[in-house]
């Protein structure tokens, strides 16, 4: 048996679902298959799922299936469920024809037939909740994945569709707690842990990843398809050293697959190796010129080293391959936001909104670019709806912070500013512009103790010398007053203005975080 056949021959051919080069509907016809083979070659054994249709023979439409013929398959089960309209079988099969020709509307239709006629098919809540995820609906996709989870305890699957349900959904606490009920169960379960770990990389949660990767690692070294992922673990942890411990690891034997230039691309790109860097997401990208990921980040990286022409090039293919990925015109938005075409930024990122109306970075430089462009009011509704997803985002908070400073709104500035703070103590940027409030508001011994501390954390913030030369001045300390405004003068030859400051700020932050 290998690594991944998990618990038996149902468990490994479920666990099939979790390679990411499977699409929802092959991933349902495996499933399904697996099931009614077992049923129909066992009659007397049939899962409790899958009842035998006393009228009516499936085998015809699952050989259909089989052979991915999936219009004759749909036929055929149609045929079987008017035949006997109180087959859950038949209609559960229907479903999983109409998955696999994308007709979600009606295979919703048909798994909700299935379970009235049986509330207790395991595999009809599972398939049903990859159908509601799929259609980005996992508040009722939690429903039947629990549903499915308890009817098969040992599926660990459900699980982690279950906790994959719960984080789209927003809810990461009932996810961790999911997660925490159920690791004794499938502790030593190589395909779970794997899965598991995957699903938290994939909603940002690399710590809690790095757990079940390591755990996977643990039972089964050396497989690429664990360390691969774990590799990516570490680099979200900006943890060069053990990503390239990993990657060093496969290299040679593993060198042939993409993914693993796309993570050396990654560890090069932290390491500020540039060309090393393009020249491995470049080979990644030649290797599998249909993977838009790849072709994103290449952008990306473009993008931070400045040459926002190829990073728009490079982008614009990426969208062809996948239309409907929020995250590639959001980047495309970047780019025309880094070369002050806001007006093309903005409806780039009003596009990646009709994508995810939930995309918290795009709202907000949806917001900076109608700041940019004069539009206050819309400004603060979409800076406010970014705030109002993650309310405790340091950037967006200090951003918005600044919004207010350049309205006057200083009292509202300063609760934005000190939250930001609470957040994260060390960001330079808040510290500089909570002290110019302070200053602002002729609280000059506040002030000249936020400006300091943020030259402290970052020593090349031009405007932070000249608001402390200000400060510095108001305190009658003109000798220090005289060199902070001569290091300003040094960086900066051009006029303050509050408005470049905040598009300037917003620049460099997206360029610096692809």
């Not at 085998?59 to 859950?88: C, D, H, V």
């Not at 293919?317 to 409907?324: G, I, S, T, V």
């Not at 509704?381 to 109002?388: E, F, N």
């Not at 900066?492 to 610096?512: F, G, P, W």
Request: aromatic residues 10%; negative net charge.
């Amino acid at each position: 048996m290998s690594w991944s056949e998990g618990r038996g021959e149902k468990l490994k051919v479920r666990w099939v679902g979790f390679s990411p080069g499977l699409a929802l509907w092959q991933v349902v016809l495996i499933i399904s298959i697996q099931v009614c083979v077992a049923s129909v070659s066992q009659p007397s054994q049939a899962p409790a799922t899958a009842p035998q249709m006393p009228n009516a023979n499936p085998r015809m439409g699952i050989a259909l299936l089989q052979q991915k013929r999936y219009e004759e398959a749909k036929e055929e089960f149609l045929r079987l469920t008017r035949t006997n309209p109180k087959s859950a079988e038949a209609f559960y099969y229907l479903g999983v024809s109409e998955m696999n020709l994308e007709d979600l509307p009606n295979a919703k239709d048909a798994f909700l037939r299935s379970l009235q006629l049986n509330p207790h098919s395991e595999n009809a809540h599972y398939n049903l909740g990859l159908l509601l995820l799929a259609q980005k609906r996992p508040k009722e996709a939690i429903t039947h994945f629990e549903e499915a989870a308890k009817l098969g305890p040992q599926q660990p699957e459900s699980f982690v569709k279950l906790v994959q349900a719960y984080l789209d959904a927003g809810e990461k606490e009932r996810a961790l707690r999911s997660i925490q009920s159920t690791q004794g169960r499938f502790e030593d379960n190589p395909a779970f842990q794997l899965a598991l770990g995957k699903c938290l990389l994939s909603h940002n949660l690399p710590d809690e990843a790095q757990a079940s990767l390591e755990k996977a690692n643990h039972l089964v070294p050396s497989q690429p398809d664990i360390l691969l992922p774990l590799a990516d673990v570490y680099l979200h942890q900006k943890d060069t050293a053990r990503a390239s411990e990993v990657l060093a690891s496969i290299e040679g034997r593993d060198s042939h697959l993409a993914d693993y230039h796309y993570m050396r691309a990654r560890l090069f790109f932290l390491s500020e190796r540039k060309e090393d860097a393009l020249q491995e997401i470049n080979l990644a990208s030649q290797m599998e010129p249909q993977n838009p990921i790849y072709l994103l980040t290449a952008g990306r990286f473009y993008q931070k080293y400045g040459d926002q022409q190829k990073a728009l090039s490079v982008l614009e293919r990426a969208a062809q391959l996948a239309p409907d990925l929020a995250e590639i015109p959001y980047s495309i938005s970047v780019s025309y936001f880094i070369t002050d075409d806001f007006d093309q930024a903005a409806n780039f990122s009003a596009r990646a909104l009709q994508i995810d109306p939930a995309f918290d970075r795009a709202l907000f430089l949806l917001g900076i670019g109608r700041f940019a462009q004069g539009n206050f009011v819309e400004a603060e509704r979409s800076l406010t709806r970014a705030l109002t997803l993650k309310p405790r985002n340091p950037f967006h908070n200090c951003f918005f912070g600044m919004l207010l400073i350049s309205e006057n709104r200083l009292d509202e500035a300063l609760w934005y500013l000190q939250k930001t703070l609470t957040i994260d103590p060390s960001y330079p940027l808040a510290h500089y512009e909570l002290g110019r409030v302070l200053e602002r508001s002729g609280k000059y011994e506040e002030a000249r103790a936020e400006l300091e501390r943020a030259i402290e954390l970052q020593p090349d913030l031009p405007e932070a010398y000249y608001v402390l030369g200000q400060v510095y001045m108001r305190l009658g300390e003109g000798e220090k007053a005289d060199r902070a405004l001569a290091i300003f003068k040094k960086y900066r030859a051009v006029e303050y203005s509050e408005r470049r400051e905040i598009l300037k700020q917003v620049q460099k932050a997206v360029q610096d975080t692809p």
